[in-house]
T-cell receptor
Framework: GDSVTQMEGPVTLSEEACLTI???????????LFWYVQYPGEGLQLLLK?????DKGSNKGFEATYRKETTSFHLEKGSVQVSDSAVYFC????????????FGKGTTLSVSS | DTGVSQDPRHKITKRGQNVTFRCDPI?????LYWYRQTLGQGPEFLTY????????KSRLLSDRFSAERPKGSFSTLEIQRTEQGDSAMYLC???????????????FGEGSRLTVL
């Protein structure tokens, strides 16, 4: 079935370090791909998305490129900040009317100063 | 505040009791989703409404679970005869959907945490 697999955490980094969180997917058809973020004490919110192969989503210094050949959507940031500490979820949508998002298990990122 | 709101935020109950959660979506959103999230897992889809119609239910939604959205605005999720395995965070999300399908941008509430003793 359709699924998302992301690297297990926690990921612990120092401020200004580079970040990569791996995400791969299995899906029939051509899904849209997303990264959602959950900051402590807050609800999930959309970080970025890409709707077709080779698209790059970006927001708040984070980037992810939709790679159809490797079925991946890795999240990257060149220099993390303490405020980036959160749980990050990779997700896919099958682009059919009403179909819900399918989420990965989440990766906890902890950034220290 | 015009975000998705959920009530109550926390609920502790004894096994066998019934509980009900309420979700108020963003007012102009026609789609409403319920998800369940357990510790260390991502959100798992439970059910989805477009306006007042419940269009999809996950096999995770047992007969003890029922959801309604009677006027196409707020929604309730009721769990009857709760079991310890029902302990989880119940998330509500809403979106503005069109004929082209789900763009994927869901707006989530902060969730209702259920603990069944």
């Amino acid at each position: 079935g359709d699924s998302v697999t992301q690297m297990e955490g926690p990921v612990t980094l120092s401020e200004e370090a580079c970040l990569t969180i791996n995400c791969t997917y299995t899906a029939t058809g051509y899904p849209s791909l997303f990264w959602y973020v959950q900051y402590p004490g807050e609800g999930l919110q959309l970080l970025l998305k890409a709707t077709k192969a080779d698209d790059k989503g970006s927001n708040k210094g984070f980037e992810a490129t939709y790679r159809k050949e490797t079925t991946s959507f890795h999240l990257e940031k060149g220099s993390v900040q303490v405020s980036d500490s959160a749980v990050y979820f990779c997700a896919l949508s099958l682009n059919q009317a009403g179909t819900a998002l399918i989420f990965g298990k989440g990766t906890t990122l902890s950034v220290s100063s | 505040d015009t975000g998705v709101s959920q009530d109550p935020r926390h609920k502790i109950t004894k096994r066998g009791q019934n509980v009900t959660f309420r979700c108020d979506p963003i007012s102009e959103h026609n789609r409403l989703y319920w998800y369940r999230q357990t510790l260390g897992q991502g959100p798992e889809f439970l059910t989805y409404f477009q306006n007042e119609a419940q269009l999809e239910k996950s096999r995770l939604l047992s007969d003890r679970f029922s959801a309604e959205r009677p006027k196409g605005s707020f929604s309730t999720l009721e769990i009857q005869r709760t079991e310890q395995g029902d302990s989880a965070m119940y998330l509500c999300a809403s979106s503005l959907g069109g004929l082209a399908g789900n763009t994927g941008e869901l707006f989530f509430g902060e969730g209702s945490r259920l603990t069944v003793l």
